[in-house]
């Protein structure tokens, strides 16, 4: 190439793409009443009691939130935390029988993990005795295992537990004693008990993440769009005084008395 056609490159003056991106977003700004909305509305539905009245007067708003309510839900879903599962059994036929009766696959996942406690403290020690364990599972899982095939199988895994040891549990096994069953068996607990009250089973602003997220991963992969390679969902509080950093939101340190509805007491994953 000759020197006469040469021509240098010069800066460009042009704004980034993301740069475009991140400022149209900014220009989105739902207002404060939608903000406090979906607030009050995660709160109620994750079961917050505490937080969600302290959060009701900070945002000067009037709850239409039944509170007695959320505290038996968060009392059913802690029990399971807890491995206390024939409590919340009793508890969620005291607040509604139809619940378990209309879903046999919920009750049946209620009565296994009954059945996981108890082979737990049957084996915690060398010479501990496992009758228990057989008993409940040949009166209570045994006679609801032929109608489902998965029942079967999930009872079959289950016992199991009797065999080996726990230290040394095949993948498909290890699970079982693993705390994040407990969560996902009180999550659809706590689902079905809101279906049966005619709300809806997960937090609007779960499923506005959701969605969110689903429309980035589409932006991705259509190449059509320069995006930032990482985007902040903005639930993090910024320490200022805003709705996501308000004092009564949740927190593991809080003093609300609110039970934190995770496993192993963590920060629910939306607001950490």
Not at 190 to 210: F, P, T
């Amino acid at each position: 190439m000759s020197s006469a056609n040469f021509v240098s490159p010069t800066p460009s003056t042009t704004t980034p793409t993301w740069h475009q991106f991140e400022r149209k977003m900014e220009e989105v700004k739902p207002s404060k009443i939608d903000i406090n909305d979906l607030v009050m509305d995660y709160l109620v539905t994750n079961g917050y009691p505490a937080a969600a009245k302290k959060f009701a007067a900070e945002a000067n708003i009037q709850p239409k939130a039944d509170f007695d309510s959320i505290e038996e839900r968060v009392e059913i879903r802690t029990a399971i935390h807890a491995g206390n599962v024939q409590t919340a059994i009793e508890k969620i036929n005291e607040l509604n029988p139809q619940i378990l009766d209309d879903d046999p696959s919920l009750h049946f996942s209620l009565l296994r993990l009954q059945l996981i406690e108890l082979i737990r403290s049957c084996t915690s020690a060398p010479d501990g005795d496992i009758s228990p364990a057989l008993e409940f599972a040949t009166s209570q899982l045994a006679p609801r295992a032929p109608t489902n095939a998965q029942f079967l199988d999930d009872l079959e895994r289950t016992l199991a537990l009797l065999i080996f040891p726990s230290e040394n549990l095949a993948p498909s096994l290890a699970p079982l004693l693993h705390p994040d069953l407990r969560k996902e068996i009180a999550t659809n607990v706590n689902e079905a008990i809101l279906q049966s009250q005619g709300a809806r089973k997960e937090a609007r602003l779960r499923n506005l993440v959701k969605l969110r997220a689903w429309a980035e991963q589409k932006a991705r992969q259509s190449n059509k769009k320069d995006i930032p390679d990482k985007l902040d969902l903005g639930l993090v509080s910024d320490g200022k005084n805003d709705v996501l950093g308000s004092s009564s939101f949740p927190h593991n340190n809080s003093s609300g008395h609110d039970t934190v509805m995770t496993n192993n007491g963590d920060i629910d994953p939306m607001i950490s």
